[in-house]
């Protein structure tokens, strides 16, 4: 059992209430598991705004839901730090190899569950564009909570240099993640697995959950399939491999788990595609579910009812906190009956 308060390397750093909209377009010509650069499979930061692209600014004191956010959800983006500080569950930095024997090595956030279970399933959460952010860790909190073995990894841990527990610049991390390949993605991630399954208290089995570019990295991941133990993904306003308008095909039909897709409506292009995607997987018999919340974000999740700044908007904040109220317990539920836990 774990009990003990979280190991604070704190990183107090920006986290965002704007969209980050970064997806993934794969060639006619080529296989999406073969790009070798970010250019070859990853032409999404043209799609982005201004908007999108500022680093983000967070108030820790504006707060709707109590200093902590919300019970039975993941801490917004003011409420993150809180969250963290006062979080009863053991927690730790971690530095683990990339690959099984290689020199270097990548940073991760992992979140032990306070449980009677001798072993608990993993949860790998993949961040946004912003990098592993305070935010993020949060949310690995929040999925410790519901009694899953939750990391973190930070997907930039080579592109900044080395493994580091200091948080990065928001504007920092999305100059950054322009240089982590597709391959460099899946690689990190199946890293992270493969760690926390090795934990004495760990059970070999894991789902991954991602947010913005980590919601396209949890459809790339589904694609390449993992490794023995991967059991469902959660992308939440991410978009498959596209061709144009339509996802891609081929990608899709290498899928194996079950994938769920959550997305804010005013996210006009993922809700644009998302229909496409629901008829491709549907017709290939893949064990999927879609949903498009009406009046929310893109970033929905991380916003919550956070005070919209510098103009309020409380039907767009009581929107993206209608949107988490649903959202989390549906990956809840999706990651307990996929890893098992009742």
């Not at 308060?5 to 980050?20: D, E, H, K, N, Q």
């Not at 089995?205 to 919601?215: M, N």
């Not at 596209?242 to 292009?269: C, E, H, T």
Request: net charge neutral.
């Amino acid at each position: 059992m774990f009990a003990s308060r979280p190991c604070r390397m704190a990183a107090f750093a920006a986290l965002a209430l704007s969209a980050c909209t970064l997806q993934h377009r794969v060639p006619n010509s080529a296989s999406p598991l073969q790009s070798a650069s970010p250019a070859a499979g990853d032409n999404h930061m043209a799609m982005m705004s201004a908007a999108e692209m500022a680093a983000p600014v967070v108030n820790p004191g504006a707060t709707r839901g109590g200093r902590q956010g919300h019970p039975g959800l993941p801490a917004s983006a003011n409420a993150a730090a809180a969250r963290i500080d006062a979080s009863p569950r053991h927690a730790e930095w971690v530095k683990i190899a990339w690959e099984p024997g290689s020199q270097d090595s990548l940073m991760a956030w992992v979140v032990y569950p306070v449980t009677a279970r001798a072993h608990s399933p993993v949860v790998v959460v993949v961040h946004e564009i912003f990098g592993l952010s305070t935010w993020v860790r949060a949310v690995a909190d929040q999925a410790a909570a519901e009694g899953f073995i939750a990391i973190a990894p930070d997907l930039l841990s080579r592109a900044r240099g080395g493994p580091s527990a200091d948080e990065l610049k928001a504007d920092s991390a999305v100059k950054l993640i322009r240089g982590v390949s597709n391959a460099e993605k899946n690689m990190g991630v199946t890293a992270a697995a493969r760690y926390a399954m090795s934990l004495p208290s760990a059970e070999p089995k894991y789902a991954v959950i991602g947010f913005c570019w980590g919601g396209a990295t949890t459809w790339q991941y589904a694609t390449n399939e993992g490794i023995p133990g991967f059991s469902g993904g959660v992308a939440y306003y991410g978009l498959p491999y596209m061709n144009g308008a339509v996802p891609n095909a081929d990608s899709l039909a290498k899928i194996r788990v079950p994938v769920m897709l959550l997305s804010g409506a005013k996210d006009a292009r993922i809700g644009a595609a998302m229909p496409a995607v629901d008829s491709a997987m549907h017709a290939m018999g893949k064990d999927y579910f879609g949903r498009n919340y009406p009046g929310a974000i893109h970033g929905f999740m991380r916003a919550q009812d956070d005070p919209v700044q510098p103009q309020r908007n409380p039907e767009q904040e009581q929107a993206n906190l209608e949107a988490a109220k649903d959202a989390w317990p549906r990956t809840v539920a999706f990651l307990k009956l996929h890893l098992g836990i009742q």
